[in-house]
């Protein structure tokens, strides 16, 4: 497998400037302007320099990474860790050191009344980085959905003061509309996010699914900066018609500033509406896995994979990794992250672009033949490799739709004709 790589030290006695050189690989980083064949320099935790050439010598450590990509940690716009309280919740650092992804947002994993303890013991204790979006109900996602079907459970009060003590990781509002979340209240919980988030000032994540309510609903509570995640649904909500048209009023908000999220998950990326959305000129803003207790069973299994499905839908790899890492950390507000700038922390991934031939298959299991697919062979957080360490069991009631049982790695994936 090209992309493979090794970590060694250099000669004792030997002066040093970096702490880690990632030496031999293919740097893409198109948010920093940063692409060929560069070396990346770390030192302190941050990177050092980005150039071709270093001196290997002037590194304590060398990390061979030739014939592999480099690019900084991924960023996962849409994922659920809240592991262990939370239906959904995966544990965060065993997968971040498997798949490349260093900066995780939890996307309403958490409410009012569990986030202190998300705080506590799931986020300070982790290595990789967790940021959040507070669901707008109190009581986040502790079960499968219904937590807005209790119009009581919106209290927006508790939430703007959790909000308040927490904005060094609360970076926005969640709310998922669909016709199991809010069970007969209407858009009103979205009435009550958009509230919510225009008093704390920050963006709001809308889920959108199988309707009521309807599109056209949720639309009119959307405003630029915002995120439509599920954004390649094929479900009562999609945002492109029968015939290939796209929403006008969602086109209208994405050339404003909406921002366009695919958020795999179990059941919201179709192949049908992914090939009209492009087919139509538009691409995702962000790609996300909607990683949970049962997507990472698949057939979304990890945020390489789902990066790995738009390149054989004609993306180039620079726009799939800017998609998975600097697009996500701005629409986080935080773009110190998902870069290899000078100066920036190291978080730093390293992929094999592996050549074959695989079978990519949607939420729906609808299968679509690719030709490569991107492997993480390395993942450093703050300049220090992340060890890859066992994942716990998955929980008793993480089991998959029925249709999607048997699924198996796209490599092993097989389909007649």
């Not at 490349?100 to 982790?126: H, K, M, N, Q």
């Not at 209290?155 to 003061?161: H, I, P, Q």
């Not at 056209?216 to 630029?224: D, F, G, I, N």
Request: proline share 6%; hydrophobic share 40%.
């Amino acid at each position: 497998m090209k992309g493979t790589s090794d970590v060694s030290a250099t000669t004792a006695g030997e002066p040093t400037i970096y702490d880690t050189l990632i030496a031999g690989g293919e740097v893409v980083d198109p948010g920093a302007g940063l692409q060929g064949a560069l070396d990346v320099a770390i030192r302190d935790g941050r990177i050092a320099e980005v150039a071709p050439n270093l001196d290997r010598s002037q590194a304590r450590h060398v990390v061979d990474a030739t014939g592999g990509i480099v690019t900084s940690g991924l960023v996962d716009l849409h994922t659920h860790v809240y592991w262990g309280a939370t239906y959904w919740g995966i544990e965060a650092d065993p997968v971040a050191a498997r798949t490349g992804v260093t900066t995780w947002l939890d996307v309403g994993s958490s409410g009012s009344y569990s986030w202190p303890a998300f705080r506590r013991f799931l986020i300070e204790p982790s290595k990789s980085r967790i940021f959040a979006l507070l669901n707008a109900s109190s009581i986040g996602l502790i079960a499968p959905t219904w937590e807005f079907s209790n119009l009581d459970y919106l209290d927006l009060d508790l939430a703007e003061t959790i909000v308040n003590a927490n904005r060094d990781l609360i970076l926005g509002i969640k709310a998922r509309i669909d016709s199991s979340t809010t069970r007969g209240v209407g858009i009103r919980p979205l009435e009550l996010a958009r509230e919510l988030a225009d008093r704390v000032g920050l963006p709001l994540m809308t889920h959108i699914g199988i309707g009521p309510p309807t599109l056209a609903e949720v639309a009119s509570l959307l405003r630029p900066g915002d995120i439509l995640t599920h954004c390649f649904t094929g479900n009562s909500m999609k945002i492109v018609d029968d015939a290939g048209v796209p929403d006008s009023a969602i086109m209208e908000l994405h050339e404003r500033g909406l921002i366009l999220d695919i958020g795999h998950g179990t059941g919201s990326f179709s192949y049908d509406t992914a090939e009209a959305m492009l087919a139509a000129g538009v691409k995702p803003d962000v790609i996300s896995s909607d990683i949970h207790q049962m997507a990472i069973q698949g057939p979304m299994f990890d945020l390489p994979t789902t990066l790995s499905k738009f390149l054989n839908l004609g993306l180039t790899l620079p726009e799939v990794i800017e998609r998975a890492t600097s697009r996500p950390a701005a629409a986080m507000r935080r773009p110190d992250l998902g870069t290899l700038k000078p100066g920036s922390v190291a978080d730093v991934a390293i992929f094999a672009l592996e050549e074959g031939e695989y079978i990519f298959r949607d939420v729906r299991m609808n299968p679509r033949r690719g030709s490569v697919r991107l492997i993480n062979t390395l993942t450093m957080i703050d300049g220090e490799v992340l060890e890859r360490t066992p994942e716990l069991p998955l929980q008793p009631w993480s089991a998959i739709p029925e249709w999607q049982r048997g699924v198996v790695d796209p490599a092993e994936d097989r389909m007649e004709g």
